[in-house]
């Protein structure tokens, strides 16, 4: 028995291997200079920010800082540059580029116990989004695992210290966008689908999309995307089916703006600026309301926003598959001389 039952469990560790290297974490600072073969950025990102940066880190932490994938260059749509997006960044300090004072005109965040999620409007040409363009879903998976953008890291600090997201989903065109970054420890993977791609924010993440105000709440998580009750939804059936409800949310705090002292520069924003330390005490965060204005602090158990705290380090099992034959074959192969020694 041994004998048979030692290769089949050589073949789950392979085949837990192989998932291992889809389920890889990093946090910023240890992460490879790219992270998936056919990338077309970097992971390596350095400090402060770069307007022509290839950066390919994306944060999502609070309202003041968080980052949308948009296109590196001007004259493509969204479609068609999904692999190849960078990351556009409220804050400095993450080596990214910075999305230009004025361009985020509205911008809602919330946190659920199973994700973080910022949905808002704006004038998305600004970084490079064609006018026009009803744009498309960058998300964790892409076309096979690595991506869209192929090689896209997404962090965030809404669940512990800043760590990798492995399950996140986003849409961006010419005037809206979404991103949600699912918890790690919770099993929201279906409250980050990334099945309905022509849907657009509203359909998948029916939330707060209001102009002219920013701000951070808690709130009950959505239903999972595309499931009414019983019946799932199919990307593709005749009828689709009204957007869910939008979840309740409290305890929620204004804030007049959001800015980095980026400016809109005329013509192509792709013009290097440099910079290398921005420092936060630049953002002008005005409290339009009663409640505090510095720092951002959620209720106990949601955000605590501690941007670029030294992550946990998560351990790193990935194979790439020439590493992963050989890894298989020689599981196999200790697994049959085993195998083959124990009866004895
Ligand atoms: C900005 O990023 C570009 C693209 O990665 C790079 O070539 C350039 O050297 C960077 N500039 C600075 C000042 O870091
Ligand atoms: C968006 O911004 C661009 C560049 O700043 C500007 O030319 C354009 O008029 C703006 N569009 C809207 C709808 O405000
Ligand atoms: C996790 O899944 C279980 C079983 O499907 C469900 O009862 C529970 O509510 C889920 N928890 C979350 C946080 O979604
Ligand atoms: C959206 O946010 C605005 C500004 O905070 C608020 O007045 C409005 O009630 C919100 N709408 C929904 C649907 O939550």
Redesign the pocket.
Known sequence: MPYIGLPILASLISVLGFHAGHITAYNPEDAPYQTQPGQSGYNQCGTGYNQSSECQNAYVNTIQDFCLWAPPYTGSTVGDTEQVEVAWCMQSGYGTRLIPDGTITGA?LVVTPDYIQITGVGNLTNINILANDLGGELDYYGASGAGYPIGALVFSSAFGPLAQIQEWTSFISYNLFCIRACNPSSNASNLCQYTYPTLGCEWNMPA?Y?EG?F?YCVGDSAEPIGIYGTSTFSAGQPTTPRPQA?PS?SS?T?YSTISNGQSVLSGAVTSTSTGETRSASTLSVVSSSSTSSTPLQCPPGYVTARPRANGVISFTMSFDSWETLVFMSLSMVLGCLVGGILPL
Do not use: E, G, Q
Request: charged share 10%.
């Open positions: 809602h707060n209001s105000a701000d939008i949310s929620c204004s």
